[in-house]
Antibody, heavy 112, light 109 residues
Framework: QVQLQESGPGLVKPSETLSLTCVVS?????????WGWVRQPPGKGLEWIGN???????YYNSSLKSRVTMSVDTSRNQFSLKLTSVTASDTAVYYC?????WGRGALVTVSS | EIVLTQSPGTLSLSPGERATLSCRAS???????LAWYQQKPGQAPRLLIY???SRATGIPDRFSGSGSGTDFTLTINRLEPEDFAVYYC??????????FGQGTKVEIK
């Protein structure tokens, strides 16, 4: 059974860095897929943040590119997201996804 | 950048009726890379359709997808109570980047 599980702080202060990790089980992250992050602000639609593959090749949403860094750890079958200089508008449920599978999502609130 | 526009924004129907949801792309999308997702409150999106018309594992056959180029449709025949949700189309034609439509809410009339 394929599972993706997001983890990380649920509360981040403004101007600080949001960090999340997605652990993939039941599916090798070294497969020929890109793995990505998608976020959903409360009551709004889905916004793609970026993708990464097992080789570390990354693609980011142009609107977030200056603040986003993604990385991959194939030994742990996981990938990670860092979003710098967060503001209240970055408050959202953050999902990791890939190969048609999604995590359950992690709510991250930006507040002092 | 490909923009996906879904219509209508909200669809009010009764159980047993047919739902027809539209997704229009700003430029041609490869059929291999057009998908539909269902999302219920408090849940992650669930893959329904990939490659325009292929149902994901476990998806009932009342869900069907069609279209090509810039116009795509998700049809739900004989709506069941559990089908009332928000539906998103997604393209990854400019792989590996993703784009989502803004969503169509199917609500009970």
């Amino acid at each position: 059974q394929v599972q993706l599980q997001e983890s990380g702080p649920g509360l981040v202060k403004p101007s600080e860095t949001l960090s999340l990790t997605c652990v993939v089980s039941g599916y090798s992250i070294t497969s020929d897929y890109y793995w990505g992050w998608v976020r959903q602000p409360p009551g709004k639609g889905l916004e793609w943040i970026g993708n990464i593959n097992h080789s570390g090749n990354t693609y980011y949403n142009s609107s977030l590119k200056s603040r986003v860094t993604m990385s991959v750890d194939t030994s742990r079958n996981q990938f990670s997201l860092k979003l710098t200089s967060v503001t209240a508008s970055d408050t959202a449920v953050y999902y990791c996804a890939g190969a048609g599978y999604w995590g359950r999502g992690a709510l991250v609130t930006v507040s002092s | 950048e490909i923009v996906l526009t879904q219509s209508p924004g909200t669809l009010s129907l009764s159980p047993g009726e047919r739902a027809t949801l539209s997704c229009r792309a700003s430029q041609s999308v490869s059929s291999r890379y057009l998908a539909w997702y269902q999302q219920k409150p408090g849940q992650a999106p669930r893959l329904l359709i990939y490659g325009v018309s292929s149902r994901a594992t476990g998806i009932p056959d009342r869900f069907s997808g069609s279209g090509s180029g810039t116009d795509f449709t998700l049809t739900i025949n004989r709506l069941e109570p559990e089908d009332f949700a928000v539906y998103y189309c997604q393209q990854s034609s400019t792989s590996p980047t993703w784009t989502f439509g803004q969503g169509t809410k199917v609500e009970i009339k």
